[in-house]
Every structure is written in structure tokens, then in C-alpha cells.
């Protein structure tokens, strides 16, 4: 089974570039953030004609997630759970198959120190405490999407330029690390542990063509995942086509059970 996560920065815009990419990369499920449109003005047709289902939890203008699979999408829940009060659409969950995914759009936190950073850092606290119901499971667990962290300095093109960034800060990487020692698997850095690979990057100063990225999408598996793990990576080519989104897909392939 392949799974890819991609923050397509605007699924309405990126249609057409989502739709090539999905016939290209075929993957088994594809999690999707920053939607920004609420579930009726999501292109579903485009996308159900490719043979995929969709489960969607947008929201107007900002934010929004999403899961497509080529299988039926069951028990889906819409929302991160420990705060009522919470409005933004940042996180679904659902049963593809044997497997139980999420796509996960986590706040970014800038500027900090501010209440956006304060609300990011709250995020994670519930992300971890839900995590570890998830791992209670005892069943293959897939958490993907755009984290907006980087876990270290070798997920940072320039650490000196992004000091000041909150996807850096000790305290989100501090708060990163409570989530993985959970029990998590870093896919991508068990695949690939010294490699230089980016998910993200910058339109400012064309970051891409000089590969002055940053590694703030993630995967992250149960360990009944990562016993299937057979392949992890970064997807570059759509961050190269004309007016993409600044992100660019990753994705796992797990064995069948």
C-alpha cells in the first residue's frame, strides 16, 4: 500500500496539478492539506473519475484536510479531539483497509513568541495525547501531513536564516519529540537517516531552484506499520511544474497484511 501526503496550497487552484499527479504517482491513499475551501467546493469529481474516494473536512479560505483512497473510507472522524472551542479544520482520521490514517495540517506558529505560537504547542499537546490512544489500537497507524516542524538541524536548509521561526524552536521540537518517543517511526528518516531531503519550499528568492528547503512533512508510523515498512521518499517532481504548490508529496509503501 502507498501512502502520500501532500499540502497542495489550495486544492481548487492546484486541481489540475493534483489530478496529474495522482494518475502519475497512483498512490493507495493520498492525505491532503491546506484545502482551503469548505467541502462543497472541493473538486471531487475530477477526482472520483480517477477511482478514488474522498473524505474531506474543509473550511473557507484557510486550512482544510483531506483523504483519498482508491478503497472505501470508513469511521471517520472530523477534527482533533481535546478541544471543543477549536474551529480549524486541520485534522481527519479514517480506516483505509487495514489501516488507520490521518492527515494532519499543524498549526504553523509564527510570529513567536504570540498566541499563535502559544495555540500551535497547545495543538501538539492534543496531537500526542490522541496519538497515544492511537497507538492503544495495536493496529497499523498512519499520521501524515504537514507538521510544520523541523525536527532538526539537518531538516533546515540554513539554520542561522530560520532561527527566529517557530518550526524551529526548542519548544516545538521538544514538543516533536514527545510524539515520537511515544513509539512513532520517523518513515522518511528510517529510509533515508543522512539523507538531505526537503519537503517544503519557499516561492520567496526561488528557494527551490538553489534546494534551500525545509523537511516539515512527515510520516509517521505505529509500529505494526513500520514492521511493513518497505519504501519511504520525497516526491519532487510537482514542485517543479508551473505555478506549483510550495510543498511538494512524500510518501510510504507498507506490505499488505
Excluded at 504553523?108 to 496531537?127: E, I, S, V
Excluded at 506499520?225 to 517532481?237: M, N, S, Y
Aim: proline fraction near 7%; glycine fraction near 8%.
Amino acid at each position: 500500500m502507498k501512502i502520500a501526503t501532500w499540502n497542495v496550497n489550495s486544492v481548487r487552484a492546484r486541481a489540475p496539478h493534483l489530478v496529474a499527479w495522482l494518475k502519475q504517482a497512483s498512490p493507495d491513499v493520498a492525505l491532503l492539506q491546506e484545502l482551503k475551501c469548505v467541502d462543497a467546493e472541493f473538486p471531487a469529481m475530477e477526482i472520483e473519475t480517477l477511482g478514488y474516494n474522498i473524505a474531506t473536512h474543509g473550511q473557507k479560505t484557510y486550512n482544510g484536510v483531506a483523504i483519498l483512497a482508491k478503497g472505501p473510507i470508513e469511521d471517520v472522524v472530523r477534527g482533533l479531539p481535546g478541544d471543543p472551542s477549536d474551529e480549524q479544520s486541520r485534522y481527519i482520521e479514517a480506516t483505509v483497509g487495514t489501516v488507520r490514517v490521518a492527515s494532519i495540517y499543524l498549526p504553523n506558529g509564527n510570529p513567536q513568541p504570540g498566541p499563535k505560537f502559544d495555540y500551535k504547542l497547545a495543538w501538539m499537546t492534543r496531537l500526542a495525547d490522541h496519538a497515544r490512544g492511537l497507538l492503544a489500537l495495536e493496529m497499523p497507524v498512519v499520521l501524515g501531513g504537514d507538521y510544520n516542524v523541523c525536527p532538526t538541524g539537518a531538516d533546515v536548509w540554513d539554520e542561522k536564516a530560520m532561527a527566529g521561526d517557530a518550526l524551529v524552536q526548542p519548544q516545538s521540537r521538544a514538543a516533536w519529540r514527545t510524539l515520537v518517543h511515544q513509539g512513532w517511526t520517523d518513515a522518511l528518516r528510517q529510509r533515508h537517516p543522512n539523507a538531505r531531503m526537503f519537503t517544503y519550499w519557499d516561492y520567496f528568492r526561488d528557494r527551490f531552484t538553489h534546494d534551500h528547503g525545509l523537511r516539515i512533512d512527515h510520516l509517521l508510523l505505529s509500529p505494526q506499520a513500520a514492521d511493513r515498512l518497505e519504501d519511504a521518499g520525497v516526491d519532487r517532481t510537482p514542485r517543479g511544474w508551473e505555478k506549483p504548490s510550495d510543498h511538494t508529496p512524500a510518501f510510504v509503501e507498507i506490505r499488505a497484511a
